[in-house]
């Protein structure tokens, strides 16, 4: 009898998958289907813009609609690449979002950490103040801006498309936010070993703000990427504009090539999509983190 019962404590426990009726496979196929049309609803308008771009001028806009070209024109694309305007106002856009990116995840992570962990005095009023710009639509303040660096020489300048937009409330709220979650045991253990605020933060905050940065500095870079109205306020010479700027500048120009337009379009969007696809893991890591909290 102990035999039997030791047999049977040592025989491994074989679970069954759960049975699944037809209502459940019609539930699976049905939620397929729709993730389905909803993925290619959002990148139809993609594929359509890209393919666009080897269709010459008249099979752009050509009735009734076809998705593919009779003749696939590679030059459209080889072409536009060959402008030496578009190659240089894609570097110099390309270096301005880099810049302003760095510039607002300094200023603002140094704000973040000051709310987050400073105890200064009217700490809480300032905070109330900050919180409030965030309802302030950037284009009530427009002329205002533009007037501030009109006074200060700043028109036609790098410097004007980077530092007005620098500190962003919803930045340092995101970043203030994680360094919350952050132990205070940690920076307690730090003061005990002689450490300052500043080096606190070089060596203990920014090597753990990783997944704030991901998030925040790519929503900087897309938004100086994307950038169009305050650009053609602030910016008058060519050799200044950035790519938004570009394409209105060709459309305006030579409207009648639309191919051209759209591949310019296609290559102007390229290093956003790139930076996403590189990074979307800790975009999409980053927002279940949020949901979680």
Not at 54 to 82: C, D, G, M
Not at 90 to 95: A, I, N, P, S
Not at 133 to 150: A, D, E, H, R
């Amino acid at each position: 009898m102990a035999a039997v019962q030791q047999a049977a404590v040592a025989a491994p426990v074989v679970q069954r998958r759960p049975h699944r009726d037809l209502t459940w496979w019609f539930y699976a196929i049905g939620k397929a289907i729709v993730g389905i049309v909803f993925v290619a609803a959002a990148l139809f308008p993609l594929a359509w813009m890209v393919i666009a771009g080897f269709k010459s001028k008249t099979e752009v806009i050509e009735t009734p609609f076809q998705f593919f070209p009779e003749v696939w024109r590679w030059e459209n694309y080889a072409q536009i690449l060959a402008d030496p305007t578009f190659t240089r106002t894609m570097l110099w856009t390309f270096l301005g979002a880099v810049l302003f990116t760095l510039l607002a995840l300094t200023v603002n992570s140094l704000a973040a950490y000051a709310f987050a962990r400073l105890d200064f005095r009217f700490k809480r009023t300032l905070w109330v103040v900050v919180i409030t710009t965030m309802f302030i639509p950037g284009m009530t303040i427009l002329l205002t801006s533009f007037i501030v660096v009109t006074n200060l020489q700043m028109l036609d300048t790098l410097a004007v498309l980077v530092i007005p937009g620098a500190a962003s409330a919803g930045m340092i709220f995101f970043i203030r936010q994680f360094y919350l979650s952050i132990p205070s045991s940690l920076e307690e253990a730090a003061m005990l070993d002689g450490c300052g605020r500043m080096r606190i933060f070089t060596k203990l905050f920014l090597p753990l703000s990783k997944p704030p940065f991901v998030v925040m500095g790519i929503t900087a870079f897309l938004a100086y990427w994307n950038s169009y109205v305050w650009p053609i306020m602030t910016i008058t010479t060519p050799d200044q504009f950035v790519v938004q700027q570009y394409l209105a500048t060709f459309r305006s120009e030579r409207s009648t090539e639309l191919g051209l337009l759209i591949a310019g379009s296609v290559l102007a969007a390229a290093p956003v999509i790139i930076l996403f696809l590189v990074f979307q893991r800790q975009i999409i890591g980053n927002i279940k983190m949020a949901g979680l909290k």
